[in-house]
């Protein structure tokens, strides 16, 4: 029997004449298909999904357990201590300050909640005019209308921009494709400088600053310059602008810390995660409010004016609680940390071949860019669909990839994100780059490079 099926029309977002592999099951960092080939997973299921690996038993023990016992109520009426377990504990894994959370379903609704909770905290005060969102380009934030609008990943945003309402954009501080003549702090300054112009410009109109730490599928894990954030944070608290930290991707764990806003000074007050949060074992995002955020709301007497049907449910709580104590157990981002330090080593020497551009990222959150020509960094030709090509290649070999594009601009360039299971051992990703760099010569000569 083949192990591949033609997507059935039904689901709307597939490739409809795209044959995919059948998968059966997975275990820890591998994906094995209906005909018994074995994948190493390095995407961690599309996009720094799958934290702690493929078919962990405690989390499917506590599933069942939970959802025998109770799996959701109405929480206008009721507390449950599995949740309220849970929330003490993910704001313990968290930095000072951050002493609440409530969660949701995913990232979409994790970004979206933070904006609304922002939102709030300027109407407590009594500041009718503040409605925009200050988002950056070359960054993604949810595919909701809302979380499309404040994002700045054009690929996915240009379809739906009659529908928005036009948040406000800065720039991506993108230091591999900082303009040649400035110097790393002349660049740095320049991006602080646009973004104090963006705020004076509208001076009593901004909720909140929305920042990936690292950015991920946008622009493949690229971090900021030295003291970008702290430098933009000195702007926000004179305007009293919330920072929010999309951690969707780079939280619990997945740079190497538990958060990945920790690697650059943490000046958020709100953190939105989700992803490896659940490990993939079911839907469930979070936000975190710092004190300072809350006291304010807390003042006016009002609710936070949010609330979704699967929002703080209990069996959600059972598999984020179980996610989380599997972390801590198994040191797991110690482990993230050292072998994404090995990895990310392993993949520079992928430096010497003529497309790799660039090695990025922290921990087990990396990238690669692909370009024409090294010296100028010039992307290489959209319609040749290297990464996407790349992606082909190496799954063939046993590699499961994710090939993004749009790098530069929004509408040129390729590379490819790394988000591997939490678990992984450096002779894994010893096999990783092998495969990798087989691939990428392949795939070099098969576009003519």
């Known amino acids: 029997m083949s192990s591949y099926h033609v997507i059935n029309s039904q689901l709307i977002c597939a490739d409809y004449q795209k044959e995919y592999p059948m998968l ?56 449950n201590e599995t949740l309220e377990t849970y929330l003490a504990d993910l704001c313990d894994f968290a930095p000072d300050g951050f002493n609440k959370a409530w969660t949701i379903c995913g990232g979409t609704e994790a970004v979206e909640n933070a904006i609304k909770l922002a939102f709030q905290y300027h109407k407590a005060k009594g500041r009718s005019t503040r409605r925009r969102v200050v988002g950056r380009w070359g960054s993604y ?73 690292l950015v991920g599928a946008a622009l493949g894990a690229v971090g900021p310059t030295e003291r970008y954030f702290e430098r933009i944070a000195e702007i926000c608290r004179e305007h009293d602008i919330l920072m929010v930290a999309d951690e969707v991707m780079t939280g619990l764990g997945r740079t190497g810390k538990p958060f990945g806003c920790e690697h650059f000074g943490v000046h958020a007050d709100i953190l939105a995660c989700a992803k490896g949060i659940s490990s993939g074992y079911l839907p469930l995002g979070a936000i975190l409010a710092h004190d300072r955020v809350l006291e304010p709301i807390h003042a006016s007497g009002e609710p936070f004016y949010s609330g979704q049907t699967y929002s703080c449910i209990p069996l959600a709580a059972a598999v984020g609680q179980t996610v989380l104590n599997y972390i801590k157990t198994h040191e797991l981002v110690e482990n993230t940390r050292r072998v994404g330090h090995y990895l990310k080593e392993q993949f520079r020497t992928l430096l010497d071949l003529p497309c790799v551009g660039d090695v990025r990222g922290e921990g087990l959150f990396l990238a690669l860019e692909f370009v024409q020509d090294k010296e100028t960094k010039e992307p290489i030709e959209p319609q040749r669909f290297f990464a996407r090509n790349l992606q082909s290649v190496a799954l063939e070999k046993g590699l499961v990839t994710y090939a993004c594009r749009g790098t530069v601009e929004g509408g040129r360039g390729d590379h490819m994100l790394f988000s591997p299971p939490m678990i992984l051992t450096t002779e894994q990703a010893d096999t990783i780059t092998s495969v990798l760099r087989e691939s990428i010569i392949e795939t070099w000569e098969q576009i003519g490079g």
């Open 24 to 79: 059966a099951s997975g275990k820890g960092v591998y994906l094995y298909d209906t005909n018994g080939k074995e994948y190493i997973d390095t995407s961690g299921c599309t996009a720094a999904v799958l934290s702690i690996g493929h078919g962990v038993e405690e989390v499917a023990e506590v599933m069942g357990q939970q959802a025998r016992t109770l799996a959701v109520h109405p929480t206008h009426l009721f507390y």
């Open 141 to 213: 934030h949810g595919n909701s209308i809302t979380t499309l609008d404040v994002g700045g990943f054009k690929v996915r945003r240009d379809y739906y921009t009659a529908l928005m309402v036009d948040h406000l954009h800065v720039s991506a501080c993108f230091p591999y494709r900082k303009p040649e003549e400035l110097s790393m702090e002349e660049y740095e300054t320049s991006l602080v400088d646009e973004f104090r112009s963006t705020v004076e410009q509208h001076p009593d109109e901004i909720i909140c600053f929305v920042a990936e730490p």
